[in-house]
T-cell receptor, first 113, second 115 residues
Framework: SQKIEQNSEALNIQEGKTATLTCNYT??????LQWYRQDPGRGPVFLLL?????KEKRKERLKVTFDTTLKQSLFHITASQPADSATYLC????????????FGTGTKLQVIP | SAVISQKPSRDICQRGTSLTIQCQVD?????MFWYRQQPGQSLTLIAT?????????ESGFVIDKFPISRPNLTFSTLTVSNMSPEDSSIYLC????????????FGPGTRLTVL
């Protein structure tokens, strides 16, 4: 079965630094990969989508890379702020077109002022 | 975009009872899903709610335990039946308004505690 692995340990970084979160997956590469943010007690909020033929995508302070050879995606937050503190989930569609997304376990990011 | 509301936002229930969770979307959507998020865990897809037909359940989830209704393109309900403490979780409604690569939106969730 497909597996999505994210670092289960919390990531603590100083404000202003770049946070880098990792998402690894097994078996075949999906057509696209998504990143979400989830705050305590709330549903996930979509951040970025990257397709398998895209190496990198950016949105403001966010950058996502997708390496189908390594079966890995990296999620970067530059100039991090305390407001960026949250759990970040990666998600992949393994359903072969049935639009069902599978989520990783998420990595909790804490930005320290 | 899509704005999703869920009712109730939280509930505390007794073992053996059932709870129905409502999901309302502010626009018509084709794809609607129900997820469960147990404490400290990621999201697990329960089923895809199909308008006008029976829901499609994922492995490990059955209709008798989690009956789902989808009477139209803006509304769905999920019932958690014959509850046990193991059903304590956050239940999330989610929609995908567009194509397969479109954004997926989530409701605020229903936090269920079973005593």
């Amino acid at each position: 079965s497909q597996k999505i692995e994210q670092n289960s340990e919390a990531l603590n970084i100083q404000e202003g630094k770049t946070a880098t979160l990792t998402c690894n997956y097994t078996n075949y590469s999906p057509a696209y990969l998504q990143w979400y943010r989830q705050d305590p007690g709330r549903g996930p909020v979509f951040l970025l989508l990257i397709r398998e033929n895209e190496k990198e995508k950016r949105k403001e302070r966010l950058k996502v890379t997708f390496d189908t050879t390594l079966k890995q995606s990296l999620f970067h937050i530059t100039a991090s702020q305390p407001a960026d503190s949250a759990t970040y989930l990666c998600a992949l569609d393994y359903s072969g077109g049935y639009q069902k997304v599978t989520f990783g376990t998420g990595t909790k990011l804490q930005v320290i002022p | 975009s899509a704005v999703i509301s869920q009712k109730p936002s939280r509930d505390i229930c007794q073992r053996g009872t059932s709870l129905t969770i409502q999901c309302q979307v502010d626009s018509q959507v084709t794809m609607m899903f129900w997820y469960r998020q147990q404490p400290g865990q990621s999201l697990t897809l329960i089923a895809t709610a199909n308008q006008g037909s029976e829901a499609t359940y994922e492995s490990g989830f059955v209709i008798d335990k989690f009956p789902i209704s989808r009477p139209n393109l803006t509304f769905s309900t999920l019932t958690v039946s014959n509850m046990s403490p193991e059903d304590s979780s956050i239940y999330l409604c989610s929609v995908r308004p567009g194509t397969a690569t479109d954004t997926q939106y989530f409701g605020p969730g229903t936090r269920l505690t079973v005593l």
